[in-house]
C-alpha cells in the first residue's frame, strides 16, 4: 500500500475529528472510523509505519491524534491489526 | 399518439375533500370539485368528442368539438373549460350538438390530407377517430381552397418528424412543452388560417430550444408529429411496462412492441415518479440495446495482448471460477473482488454481493456509489439514521423555497426538473449554489433569486455561512429542534456555527460570494415557508463531500425543514439504480440494509441463511482495490456494468492497477474502456433484457420487466448464479421474484417488498414493512430513524488541490443531458446529434489571456496528466474555472482528474482540480497512447475465434 496515499487520508480524517471535541474523543473517532472503514492491508500498512516510527513518521506530517488511533488498532508488538471476535471464514 | 392500452380522460385529476354531484345524460355522477365536465363523464364511462384536450395538460377551449349543453345555461359550453357544480344536469349527445361537432370536422378535414391508409397514425389517430365518432359523410367545402397540404416535412430531429400538412394547430405540443417540459420552445406563429406550430424562431427543431424529450410528440393526436421508428416500422401490438435504465428519476415507462422489437418507449402516465413524461434519452435513446456493437458470446485470453477467443458459456464459467480460485490458493483469500453495477437489478446486485461474501469469503465488494453519493450515505446515516433521501419527487409541489446545491437538474434529471420549473413557474422560490451559471438560474419564466456562484472547494464554507445567519439572527426553529434533536451535539453545533469566523463576511474571501447574498439567501431559506435541498455531486464530489452532506442536514434540521412534503434534504442520485445498489449491500463495510458487517447479530442472520460463515471485515474500497493491486497483493476483480477505466479518478493509476490484475472479468454489453484490460468477456443484458426492480433516487423501488430474450442467452442474475455454483458455493433460484423474497427475509426495511406487492401497488418507496405496508414516501415524519437528529460540527477545511502560478484555473466536471455518464449507451444513439465530444468551457477573460478562441484545442494540464479538449467560450463559468464533461473516453477527463477524495469515504474530488489551459495544435501524449491502445483491441475483438462447435 502507498502509504503517502495512507497518510493524507488518514491526516484528512483527523482533521475532521479533531473538530469533534476533545483530543481524546478526536482519537476514539479516528480509531472507530479506521476500523470501522479500513481494509486490514491498510491498517497493516499505517500500523507498520506508525510503530517504526523514526525520521520517516516525523517528516510524514502525520497527526498525533492519528498516530494514537493507529497504536490503539494495530499495537506496536506485532503490528497485526486488532479486530474483535475474528470470524475469518475457512479458505475453500 | 395514443399509446397502448391508455385512456385519456381529457382534463388533469384534481383532487379535493369536498364533492361534486351532477348528472350526466341522466346518470348521477360525484367527483372532486375542481373537476371538468369532460373528465367527470370520461369517469362515468361516456366520453365526449375532443380533439385539443388532453389529460396531461390543462383545458384550451380551442376545437369546439366537446361541447355540450348545460340545463338553464345559455349557448353550448365547452366541457373541457367547464367545472361541474352541484345539481348541474349536462347532455352530452343532442341534435344539435351533432352538427356543430360535424360541422368543426369539416372545416378540419377541408385543410388536410386524405391518405389516412398510408399515414402512421392510421388506427391510431384522433382525427380519424372524431370523423368517425361525428359520423363524417362528406366536405361541403370540396378541397380545392387553400390549404396547407404541400408544407414542407421538418426532419432535422433524428428521432420524430414534424408534418405540417397534417397539423389541426390544437396547440398541444405547445402547451406540453410548456405545461410539462418547461422550455417553450415551441408557439403559434401567425393567426388564423396562416396558424403554424413553429420551433424556435421559425426554424426546425434541431436548430431550436426543443431538448427532444418527447412530449409534444406524445400530445400530438394526428401523425404531424410522429415518432421515426413507427414511420418506418408501423405501430407497436403489445406493450410491457418497464424502468429507464438512465438517471436517479427512474421514469416508467411502456415498452411498445411488435414481437421481441421495440418499436417505442412511451412515457406511462402511472408512473409515479414521472406521471407520464421523459427525456430524451428515455424516450428516444435506447436503440444501443440491439446496437451492432453488441458483444454477445463470452471471450476468454491469457493476456490483454492476445487476440480473444470466443467459448460456451460452460468454458467461460468454469474458466472464470478455477482462475478466481487458482489466486485465492496463491496470495490469499482477500486477493480478489468484485464491483457491482448500478446498470442492474436489485436482485442482480444482492447476488454479485452474496458471490463475493459467501463464495469468495471476503467483503471486497464496492459499486458506482463510491464515486457519487457514497458521502451521502455516510452524512445522512450520521445525522439522521438512514443512507437516502427524506422525500418523494411530488414533495416539490409544496415546496416554497428550493434550494439546489452543486447539480444541474435540468440536465441531470430532466424530467424532476420539469417538475420543479412547474413549481417555480407557480411562484416559489430558487436558490442555486452552483460555480456555473446552470439552467435554472435564468430559463423560460424562472429566474433564481438568489445565485451563490461560489469557489469550487468551497461547499462547506458557504454552509456553514448560511447556519451562521440562522443561528445569529434569531431565525432557528427552536420548537423543532428542542422536540427533534439532540441537545448536546446541537449546543455544541450552534456555539461553531455561531463563530464569527463562518460569519458571511468572514467566509466572503475564500468562497467569492458576496456576503449580503448569503444573508438574503439564508433569510429567504429560514423564512420562506416550506424549504428543501437538493443536491448533486457537486455536494459529494469534494474532500469534504461528507461533510457537507452533514452541513446539509444541519441547516434543513436548525430550520425545522424535515418530516412533512415540501421539505427535505433530497439528494439527486444519479443512476438508475445506484440508490438500490446501495440498498442491496454493496459497499466493502456493510451487507444489505446498511448494516455493518461487524454487527454480529446481522451477520448471524445471514449466515444462517445463507450458510457460510462471512467476514467481520471491512473490504477493499474501489480507489483501495487499484492500490492494493499495484501492491500486488489483489490480483483478480470480477467488474459487472461498470466502466472503471473512464469513470474513475487519475485515469493513469487506474489502467496501471488494471495492468497488474492477473484475472480481470468484465461483464458488459460492449468492449468498454475496461474491458480492453480484461482476461475474460461475459456478454451482460441491457435493461430490456431483464426481469427484477430498480430503486430511484426517492427509494421507490419499480419493476424492470423483460421486453426481448437476453441477446447473449443469459441473464445477468444467471451467470452469477452459475459462477458462484462453478465455484463451490450452491446458489439456485427459480427467478428473480425469489431473489427479492430472500432479500425482504434479511433486510428490515424491505419486509414488505415482493413482485406480487409492487404490482399491486405500481411501485413501493421503502421502508416497506409491518411499520409502513405500502411503503414509505416521506422519511423522518414523527422522529429520525436514529431517533434524534444529530447535529455534527462542520469545521471548513480547504481542500489540499491548490492554485498556483503553474495550475492558476480550477477544472470541475458535470453532465450533458443528451449524453450519459461514461456515454457507453447514448453515444451508440442518435443523442450523439446534441452532443458529439466533450468540451472545454472557459471564461472569455481566461481565454483571451491564453489566446484562445472558439472551437480551438486546449491543453488541460494537471499535476496528475493531461489532455486536449477542444474550447467553447461561455460566461456559464466564472472567471478561474473551468469546466467539462466526461462523457467520451478519447477525452481524457480523468486523465487530468486526481486521487484527492471524500475524508470519510474515498469519493473522488472531481470538482476542484488545479489545472493550467494552454493554446495547443495536437492532442496529448495520453490522447496518442489512448488511440492506438484502442485501435489495437478493437482489432483484438474483431479478430476474436469463433467458438469451436463440439
Known sequence: MNVDHLVTMANQIGA????????????????????????????????????????????????????????????????????????????? | MASLNSLDYGTPKRTSETLVTLEIDGVS????????VMRASTEAGSKIPKLCATDSLEPFGSCRLCLVEIEGRKGLPASCTTLVEPGMKVRT????????????????????????????ANGDCELQDMAGVVGLREVRYGYEGANHLKSAKDTSNPYFTFDPSKCIVCSRCVRACEEVQGTFALTIDSRGFASVVSAGQNGDFMDSECVSCGACVQACPTATLMEKSVIERGQPEHSHVTTCA?????????????????????????????????????RFAWGYATHKDRITSPMIRKKITDPWQEVSWADAIAHTAAEFRRIQAQYGRDAIGGITSSRCTNEEVYLIQKLIRAAFGNNNVDTCARVCHSPTGYGLKTTMGESAGTQDFDSVADTDVIMIIGANPTDGHPVFASAMKRRLREGAKLIVVDPRVIDMVDGPHIHADYHLQLRPGTNVAVINALAHVVATEGLLDEAFIAERCEAKAFETWRAFVRDPRNSPEATEAVTGVPAALVRGAARLFATGGNAAIYYGLGVTEHSQGS???????????????????????NPLRGQNNVQGSCDMGSFPHELPGYRHVSDDATRALFEADWGVPLSNEPGLRIPNMFDAAMDGTFKALYVQGEDIAQSDPNTQHVTAA?????????QDLFLNETAKFAHVFLPGASFLEKDGTFTNAERRISRVRKVMPPLAGMGDWEVTVALSNAMGYPMHYDSPSEIMDEIARLTPTFTGVSFEAIDRLGSIQWPCNGEAPEGTPIMHIHEFVRGKGKFVVTEFVPTPEKVNGRFPLILTTGRILSQYNVGAQTRRTANVAWH????????????????????????????????????????????????????????????????????????PEYKVTAVQATLVSHPSEWQERFERFTREQVRLVEERKPVHAP
Open chain 2, 836 to 907: 458529439d465530444e466533450d468540451r472545454v468551457e472557459i471564461h472569455p477573460q481566461d481565454a483571451e489571456d491564453r489566446g484562445i478562441r472558439e472551437g480551438d484545442w486546449v491543453g488541460i494540464t494537471s499535476r496528475a496528466g493531461e489532455t486536449v479538449l477542444r474550447a467553447r467560450i461561455t460566461e456559464r463559468v466564472q472567471p478561474g474555472v473551468v469546466y467539462t464533461t466526461f462523457h467520451f473516453p478519447e477525452s481524457g477527463a480523468n486523465v487530468i482528474t486526481t486521487e484527492n477524495s471524500d475524508w470519510a469515504t474515498n469519493c
Open chain 2, 93 to 120: 349527445q343532442t341534435e344539435k350538438l351533432q352538427q356543430v361537432r360535424r360541422g368543426v370536422m369539416e372545416l378540419y378535414i377541408s385543410d388536410h390530407p386524405l391518405d389516412c391508409l398510408t399515414c402512421s
Open chain 2, 246 to 282: 438512465y438517471c436517479g428519476v427512474g421514469c416508467s415507462f411502456r415498452a411498445e412492441m411488435k414481437g421481441t422489437e421495440v418499436i417505442r418507449m412511451v412515457p406511462n402516465k402511472d408512473g409515479g415518479a414521472n406521471h407520464g413524461h421523459s427525456c430524451v434519452k428515455g
Open chain 2, 658 to 666: 488494471l495492468t497488474a490484475i492477473e484475472c480481470l472479468v468484465v
Open chain 2, 547 to 569: 461533510t457537507m452532506v452533514m452541513g446539509i442536514a444541519n441547516l434543513a434540521m436548525a430550520t425545522g425543514n424535515i418530516g412533512r412534503r415540501g421539505v427535505g434534504v
Open chain 1, 16 to 92: 475532521f475529528f479533531s473538530s469533534q471535541g476533545t483530543h481524546e474523543e478526536a482519537v476514539d473517532g479516528i480509531a472507530d472510523h479506521l476500523k470501522r472503514f479500513w481494509e486490514h492491508r491498510m491498517l497493516q500498512a499505517i500500523g507498520s509505519f506508525v510503530n517504526a516510527g523514526g525520521a520517516a513518521l516525523e517528516e510524514s506530517g502525520l497527526q498525533q491524534n492519528v498516530v494514537e488511533a493507529v497504536r490503539r488498532l494495530v499495537p506496536p508488538q506485532n503490528n497485526t491489526p486488532i479486530i474483535d471476535a475474528m470470524h475469518n471464514p475457512p479458505h475453500r
Open chain 2, 29 to 36: 355522477v360525484t367527483v372532486p370539485a375542481g373537476t371538468s
